[in-house]
């Protein structure tokens, strides 16, 4: 990366992008994308059996990071290796996640699972309110910083930096995608799972205990957003009460962009969904520099003497989120790997 | 604070025992005999309203700044000040605008319905702004201690003052400093597309470009961005030698931290909004190393004495940044009204437009604009997780900060 610029190619008056950053944004985008493909699945999960857009997963999420946040902080100072403190801490986190997780389908959702489709799809905006502020009042509102305790080694491939961080999120992220799936297609639970997603009431016939099957959907979903917050908050070092919202927005779309009720689905949005957010904030800004099309340029004040003029900044990062899903459900509104969200919805 | 409380909850207390008495037709005539005089010796109340965040990822910030006028306004209420032959009890009404400009009118309508007689705040430029018409228009004077936006003052609002320096002083002077001092090539200009980060980032790449110094097309994010890689790696590709970035502490920890783990040696440089101690907390040590940041007005150490241990005593801990401006600004107007003899706005306005008053911040005085003539921006590096003064510019000069504290002390 300290090399001087290599010949530039140019296309249409645009500085082709040097190949380091290109990686460097997949990369990025590959390891954002695949935390949100694991709270994705907690979406996906949830709707595919019960039909329930989970609003209040974002918080699971947040809440995770914070349980998380508080044990690493206390055992920092212990001399414990580090590795240790922070899978203590994850493991203090996943059961707290999940109780919440229990709790809420169980004082929440269940007595409403006959009611209307809009009660239980406000309550969940009603629960997602409540955690938010109850983590406000237990962490207080400001940022809080995650002790940095595994040092983070810096790789270089092709020009790009990964951190053993990055590294260890992508690794824990795919092999959680891959035990899902495992337990999904292969186990006894997974079987009774997809049956419940298919038709409740035979499903309920047939001997399964859908309540049984309902609250392990959700035990599951909340385990591995509780993983996600703590993987979210050591990869950016920060945690917020507010943190929650936006992360499981972003969720939540690529839940919608797989095709939601979907599990490859979840997993392949999440992922996508990174990868073109970090893309698109990465070039937005050269593609709508206007100056940087010669034809415009002689007309833009702006531009005079190596001066700028762009349209769409990186600010437009988290738009792209919004826009992929706006698309996808113009266009094929089952998402990428969805069937049947047609016939429920 | 608990003694505000008390004294607001008795008068609350005061106020509907009097309501009550009158509704007894019998004994109303005599008491109200007995209250008149009592009322025309007794406490007259002064309502100053305080506005920041105190929640979100600044509150902080915006908790330093109350604490800055509230102890202005204690002190104001223990040295017992007449005003039209009464004794003035001042009770700070301090509000939340949560940061957010649509908050931020709603809290100054609030306190307009509140009948305040002068408002300190708001903390930030991005609620000033849109909240200083509503204050025009009910005529209350406002002092910031810390919205440095230069369009804060332009709009013409007599009533608008500032104890701090603007953007386009403070955005010069970091600008200046590095130009000079560090001599970049290539500089990248970052902002969080609000009123301040944008309008600090301006005055950067416009005092930068006068310079003849190279400065690459503007990234911008949010002020809730935490993910900046996809822009930082964008710049690493252009491998500046300086970066600047407008915004506040809780986006610009991230920024730098995530700069430094993309391996970018480059010198990152902030305005104030992220020039505090919190930056090592959020950032780490290493990433902060080196780091400069620009403050309007002049370090909180080089505050008054009296003040600063007035805050220490009182809050138990040391002042952040901006608390010596709130607790300036707040007096200020308890001076003004001092000076007109009366808590009327219309009426003690024409002495703050004229005031001369040495405060802990130094002098004071304001120019037809409401902006304090001559304001220092003082150019603040990182330390071994400290931030230390290097320099302060005054009148488009960078004087080295020793330098600067020996004249002052003069």
């Known amino acids: 990366m300290n090399g001087t610029p290599r010949g530039a190619v140019f296309v249409f008056g645009l500085g082709l992008p040097a190949v380091d950053t290109f990686l460097q944004q997949v990369i990025n985008g590959l390891t954002a994308g695949s935390v949100y493909a694991v709270v994705a699945l907690g979406y996906t999960m949830v709707y595919g059996i019960i039909q329930l857009i989970n609003f209040a997963h974002g918080e699971v999420v947040m809440i995770g990071a914070m349980v998380a946040f508080t044990v690493i902080n206390a055992l920092a100072p212990s001399g414990l290796p580090p590795l240790a403190v922070v899978l203590i801490g994850a493991g203090c986190a996943v059961p707290v996640c999940m109780l919440i997780g229990y709790a809420m389908e169980r004082l929440a ?18 629960v997602s309110i409540i955690l938010q502020h109850l983590a406000l009042l237990i962490w207080s509102r400001n940022v809080l910083a995650f002790p940095q305790i595994i040092p983070s080694r810096t790789y270089m491939i092709g020009g790009a930096a990964i951190t053993s961080v990055q590294l260890a999120i992508l690794a824990i992220c795919f092999a959680l995608m891959a035990g899902l799936a495992a337990l999904v297609y292969r186990t006894r639970l997974g079987t009774a799972m997809r049956a419940t997603a298919q038709n409740p009431q035979v499903a309920g016939l047939m001997g399964i205990d859908i309540d049984r099957v309902i609250a392990a959907t959700f035990l599951i979903g909340a385990a591995l957003g509780a993983v996600a917050g703590v993987l979210f908050g050591t990869y950016y070092g920060l945690a917020q009460y507010t943190m929650g919202s936006i992360l499981g927005l972003k969720a939540f779309s690529a839940a919608v962009l797989g095709g939601i009720g979907n599990i490859p689905g979840a997993m392949l949005g999440g992922v996508l969904l990174g990868i ?27 531009c005079a003497g190596g001066g700028n003029f762009v349209l769409f900044g990186s600010n437009y990062q988290d738009v792209f989120a919004f826009i992929v899903l706006i698309l996808v459900l113009v266009f094929r509104p089952s998402g990428l790997l969805g069937e049947r969200v047609g016939e429920r919805a | 604070m608990k003694n505000t ?112 007689a002068g408002v300190v705040g708001h903390l930030n430029s991005g609620t000033s702004i849109p909240a200083s018409p509503i204050y025009n228009q009910a005529g209350i004077p406002v002092i910031s201690g810390s919205a440095t936006n230069p369009k804060l003052t332009e709009q013409g609002f007599k009533n608008q ?16 400093y590095l130009a000079n001092e560090r001599k970049p090539k290539l500089v990248a200009v970052v902002d969080d597309a609000s009123a301040y980060g944008e309008g600090i980032a301006n005055e950067v790449e416009k005092t930068l470009r006068a310079a003849n110094v190279k400065v690459l097309p503007r990234e911008k994010g949010t002020n809730k961005t935490n993910d900046w890689k996809a822009v930082l790696t964008k710049l690493r590709g252009r491998n500046p030698d300086a970066v600047f970035y407008g ?40 990433a902060t190393e080196g780091m400069l940041c ?35 600004a707040a007096n200020l107007l308890i001076d003004a009204m001092k000076k007109a003899n009366s808590p009327d706005p219309k009426k003690y306005l024409p002495e703050l437009q004229k005031i001369a008053f040495t405060g802990a911040t130094g002098p004071i005085s304001f120019d037809e604009k409401g902006d304090r003539k001559d304001a220092e921006i003082t150019i603040f590096a990182m330390k071994g997780g400290k931030l230390e003064p290097i320099a302060v510019f005054k009148a488009g000069k960078v004087v080295p900060y020793a330098e600067f504290v020996k004249t002052a002390s003069k």
């Open chain 2, 294 to 328: 620009s403050q309007a007005g002049i370090p909180v150490e080089a505050a008054s004495k009296k003040f600063l241990e007035a805050y220490k005593k009182r809050f138990n801990q040391d002042p952040i940044i901006y608390a010596p401006f709130t607790y300036d």
């Open chain 1, 109 to 126: 959702y269940r007595p409403l699972r006959h009611a209307p489709r809009l009660a239980p799809l406000i309550t969940a905006i009603g």
């Open chain 2, 161 to 176: 003052f500032r104890v701090v320096g603007r953007d386009d002083q403070q955005g010069p002077a970091i600008a200046t």
């Open chain 1, 276 to 302: 073109v957010e970090a893309l698109g904030a990465g070039y937005i800004g050269d593609l709508t520099n206007l100056c940087s099309y010669d034809m415009l340029a002689a007309r833009i004040d702006d």
């Open chain 2, 5 to 116: 409380q008390l004294a607001v909850s008795l008068l609350a207390i005061a106020l509907v025992v009097g309501g009550c008495s009158k509704e007894t037709p019998q004994q109303g005539a005599k008491k109200a005999q007995g209250a008149a005089p009592q009322a025309g010796a007794g406490a007259l109340e002064i309502k100053i309203g305080h506005v920041a965040p105190l929640t979100g990822g600044n509150a902080h910030l915006g908790k330093d700044n109350e604490n800055g006028a509230r102890l202005a306004i204690e002190e104001a209420n223990a040295a017992n000040i007449k005003i039209d032959g009464k004794n003035a009890k001042f009770a700070l009404v301090a509000e939340d605008d949560q940061e957010d400009p649509k908050v931020g009118s709603t809290v100054a309508q609030k306190l307009v319905d509140a009948q305040v």
């Open chain 2, 247 to 286: 915004g506040m502490t809780s986006t610009a920890a991230p920024l730098l931290k995530q700069g430094r783990e993309l391996g970018m040696k480059a010198v990152f440089s902030f305005g104030d909004g992220a020039c505090e101690g919190e930056m090592v907390k959020l950032a780490g040590n290493a």
